[in-house]
């Protein structure tokens, strides 16, 4: 026996929750599984959703205002070439349906503008409604508060450097000490848990509510600028009561800075998707990885691929040492990339670990780079190439498998650093994905 | 590819052609060298935002300094292990959450067991009573040998005062109870198996606490796998050293699983697969005893463990036999403990109560007890304890269910102790809805 679904996701970071949520939507009764290893990217990432920044290659051509005006030109091999995009904004609204009011900017197809915790400002499609106060195309002045304790985030510089990018404000930063933290290197978690349980904390004028003494400390330091803009600490569990609860203390608009990893926004948008996972019926298994797979033909173990009609009949869990075999209809691969551990390097080749599936690479390791060490590189776009329904190709263009398809980062043919599109293509693949698995299964 | 040959940590496609040295701490503790592990990390800092004890506690540094970097400072000159990382609570949750396969549990508990070791007076009140928490084992026979007395003055005010004055054992709690007759001692006297059977056997590792104080989720271990044609062996054991590797008792731990290993290994040679009704359990003889031993058949018994409800849902068509099944209708709140979800089985228990007729389980959420074995019972944890736990209460106040459910004997004491409710475990309710209450009761009085 093994453990039997009709859709199998591999995975758990945003391709793969989406993948999976999609397979529910587009085919209720169908038995869903997630299986993931590790956490995801999503812990270290923004929690900002972007779908296109800047041109693939170009740049110099500065921020994209509409990302998918610029869609209908990217090079064939872009994941959105292949789903096209009518699925990219399908997979959007999808996100949208999903998160809820917990994000905003979808009134627009314009790229938002969001500060940033080093003070630039960057286009993204969605972004979270904490950040929503707090964008760089409203024009009411902002103090940034930074905190000693805090060394990623200089309030002070990050404001200067708004303002030297030509934000249509003014910027003020200031450094305070965060009530009821001593540590210096005290973590993330450890701010948010103080302000979501609103625990007593002492300060000069005796024992308050970690809220309370925050707002004050605040209050004396504005100087009519009509918002405040905070790291992204301000709770987990009820970050928007935390919000809510600072603005009324001061009578201005809060709002958060995305921060560099580890992202609070980045956990609460994981938190959204797996409540929907829950809500959805998703079976979610974690902790534990995928180490390999059987092909129908149950003794030809195709280590190396195959023909386009081989199916995987199972494929095997390692659950610490004991290995449990697991079956489904239908398969998505959302490993991640090279970060993820979906695709791996090693001196000589590049390759994706659990199926084997072509990566297509330069035969010589030199060529995988480019000497300017900020120039095009080729491995940042390893990964996974395949057809227009996602299935991986081989070598010769055939798919290595009828019943697998991947999706997000374990997928080539983008750079999301450069493009900005993280994200974006997750959703996207992610969704197409499901949805295709969803429908053949049944 | 087969990786069946991979040690747990590390057990990922594509890191098998990185060098793999299973650690043995002793006798040889200052020989062990987990800088290798310590290079792989980058500071991501995903492990610290999973800390438990990290959120609540601004004194913890947490995972990522308890493990790489300390074990990077210890190399560059003769550092000690820092004396924070006894209040790590072994929940084990930074193990899951790096993705650069750094192996923290595996730094923590060689870190803890050389602080104890070195740095700890072996005649401090801290060192003794943890050695008595972390041997519990070794007084329960005691207890259970006289368990009413033992009930009795262990409830006694008087005794916790002098736990928490004399020995640091907080006074806030109360002792589990000790059964009034032990999981053995009903094995022994109904005579052993009653299903006979070559082709489906199992060895039941039951730990210490089944055995001692909830012989209830034995029995119905016993009665779910007879049910379904098992035949069934319970092997001599000892404890499986969780609370040792939680205290930095290495020593007394490698004592106990050199008797598990054995023991179970002899099972195995029957044609047994071993099955643990404790989550804990099942994760030291899966994970930690690999990491950390390397007696002869240690791997080859951390490969054939299986978690009791797991091992039915592959070996037997589990989710079928339960869509028949109907009971009256009982809410639960789940709480899937640290040691659950480390093994990928903390959505389990809701998928199968979804299938019995007349049972709502309500998952709580993916917060961590607090409690976590021995931690939450020394008196300077407790309150930190507590405010981990406070969570995982608040969810089950909001859950529509008044009894609470989990697998782990030490969630189900924190769980009890922050709301009051009656707490069972998931094969309680397979037994009810397999093999049915009436018959419990008979069996129950039959003894
Ligand atoms: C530091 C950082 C910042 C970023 N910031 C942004 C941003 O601001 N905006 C944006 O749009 N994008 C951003 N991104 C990119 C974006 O997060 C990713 O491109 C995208 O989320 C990738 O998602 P994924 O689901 O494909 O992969 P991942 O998030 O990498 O998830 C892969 C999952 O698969 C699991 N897995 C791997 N192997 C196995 C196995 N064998 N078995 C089972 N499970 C396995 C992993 O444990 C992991 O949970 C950022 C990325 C990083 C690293
Ligand atoms: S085992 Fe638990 S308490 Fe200890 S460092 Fe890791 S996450 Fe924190
Ligand atoms: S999660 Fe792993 S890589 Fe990241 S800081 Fe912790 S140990 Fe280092």
């Known amino acids: ?442 | 590819m087969s990786d069946a040959e991979q040690p747990t940590d590390d057990h990922v496609p594509g890191a098998e052609e990185e060098e793999f040295e299973p650690v043995q701490v002793f006798p040889e503790a200052e020989e062990m060298d987990l800088r290798p592990g310590a290079d792989n990390c980058y500071k991501c800092s995903t492990c610290d935002t999973n800390c438990p004890v990290a959120e609540v506690d601004d004194e913890f540094p947490g995972p990522k300094f308890q493990g790489p970097e300390q074990w990077r400072l210890k190399r560059q000159d003769d550092h000690d292990v820092d004396d924070s990382v006894m209040k790590c609570s072994n929940c084990m949750r930074c193990d899951s959450a790096c993705p650069s396969e750094v192996p923290l549990s595996q730094m923590h508990n060689t870190a803890r067991g050389e602080y104890v070791e070195e740095n700890m007076d072996k005649l401090s009140r801290e060192y003794i009573r943890n050695r008595i928490l972390a041997n519990y084992r070794r007084l329960a026979p005691l207890a259970a040998a006289f368990p009413r007395t033992a009930n009795f003055v262990m409830g006694l005010s008087v005794t916790k005062w002098m736990g928490e004055k004399v020995l640091g054992i907080t006074s806030e709690r109360e002792f589990p109870e000790f059964a009034t007759e032990t999981f053995r001692e009903w094995w022994t006297k109904r005579g052993g198996a009653k299903v006979e059977n070559p082709d489906k056997r199992i060895a039941y590792f039951h730990g210490c606490y089944s055995n001692y104080n909830t012989p209830e989720v034995a029995k119905a271990l016993v009665r779910v796998y007879e049910h379904l044609g098992y035949e069934i062996m319970v092997p001599d054991q000892s404890c499986s050293g969780t609370p040792m590797f939680a205290n930095g008792m290495l020593e007394d731990a490698r004592r106990a699983a050199e008797t598990n290993v054995r023991e179970l290994a002899a099972a195995l040679e029957e044609g047994a697969d071993i099955v643990a009704s404790c989550s804990s359990c099942s994760m030291s003889l899966r994970q930690e005893y690999p990491e950390l031993f390397d007696f002869e058949d240690t791997e080859t018994v951390a490969a054939n463990t299986w978690d009791a409800v797991e091992y039915l849902r592959v070996h037997e068509d589990l989710e079928g036999e339960l869509e028949e099944t109907s009971v009256d209708g009982e809410e639960f709140a789940y709480h899937a403990p640290c040691h659950s979800r480390n093994q990928g089985l903390d959505g389990q228990t809701i998928e199968l109560m979804e299938l019995i007729d007349g049972i709502e389980a309500h998952d709580v959420g993916d917060s961590c007890s607090g409690i976590s074995g021995t931690y939450g019972w020394k008196e300077e944890n407790y309150e930190t304890s507590m405010k981990i736990g406070e969570e995982m209460f608040e969810h089950m106040d909001d859950a529509p269910a008044e009894t609470g459910l989990t697998e782990c004997p030490t969630c189900s004491m924190q769980m009890e102790h922050g709301t009051g409710y009656e707490i069972k475990h998931t094969l309680e309710v397979l037994e009810a809805a397999l093999v049915g209450t009436d018959d419990a009761d008979g069996r129950r009085e039959a003894g």
């Not at chain 1, 809220?211 to 009509?226: D, N």
């Open chain 1, 1 to 442: 026996m093994a453990i039997e679904d009709d859709v199998l996701v591999i995975g758990g970071g945003l391709a793969g929750a989406t993948a999976a949520l999609a397979a529910a939507d587009a085919a209720p009764d169908a038995r869903v599984r997630l299986v993931t290893y590790k956490q995801s990217t999503l812990r270290h990432a923004s929690g900002l959703i972007d779908i296109l920044g800047y041109a693939p290659g170009a740049p110099e051509e500065g921020p994209l205002v509409d990302p998918f005006d610029a869609l209908e030109d990217l090079p064939q091999g872009h994941p959105y070439e292949r789903v096209g995009s009518e699925a990219v904004r399908e997979a959007l609204a999808f996100f949208d349906e999903t998160v809820g009011d917990a994000y905003a900017g979808d009134h627009t197809d314009a790229n938002a503008l969001v500060p940033t915790h080093g003070g630039t400002v960057k286009p993204t499609a969605r972004y979270p409604v904490a950040a929503a106060d707090g964008l760089a195309s409203d024009d009411r002045d902002a103090l940034l508060v930074g905190f000693e304790t805090l060394p990623d985030f200089e309030a002070p510089l990050a404001a200067a450097h708004l303002e030297a990018a030509g934000a249509p404000f003014s910027a003020r930063g200031v450094t305070v000490p965060f009530p009821g933290i001593v540590r210096d290197d005290a973590k993330v978690t450890r701010y948010a848990h103080l302000l979501d349980h609103d625990e007593s904390v002492a300060t000069g004028a005796g024992e308050t509510g970690a809220r309370e003494a925050l707002a004050t400390t605040i209050s004396e330091r504005l100087e009519g600028e009509s918002r405040v803009g905070f790291p992204a600490i301000l709770g987990d569990e009820r970050a928007d009561a935390v919000r809510a609860d600072l603005a009324d203390a001061l009578g201005v608009d809060v709002f958060e800075v995305p921060m560099g990893p580890p992202s609070l926004p980045g956990m609460r948008l994981e938190d959204l998707l797996y409540g929907a996972l829950e809500e959805r019926g998703v079976r979610v298994t974690s902790g534990v990885p995928v180490i390999d797979f059987e092909t129908a033909e149950a003794d030809a173990v195709a280590a190396d691929g195959g023909s386009g009609d081989d199916r995987i009949d199972r494929v095997v869990v390692d659950r610490n040492g004991t290995e449990v075999p697991h079956r489904a209809d239908q398969y998505v691969l959302a490993t991640g990339g090279l970060v993820g551990k979906g695709v791996r390097s090693e001196r000589e080749r590049v390759f994706e670990p659990i199926f084997d599936c072509h990566v297509p690479h330069a035969e010589d390791r030199y060529d995988w780079f480019v000497d300017d060490a900020f120039g095009d590189h080729p491995f940042a776009r390893f990964g996974l190439a395949p057809d227009r329904d996602l299935r991986p190709l081989d070598a010769r263009d055939d798919p290595e498998f009828a019943n697998l398809r991947a999706a997000g980062a374990v997928l080539g043919g983008y750079d999301f650093a450069a493009e900005k599109s993280g994200a974006g293509v997750s959703l996207a693949t992610g969704y197409v994905a499901g949805t295709r698995a969803a429908e053949e299964g049944e």
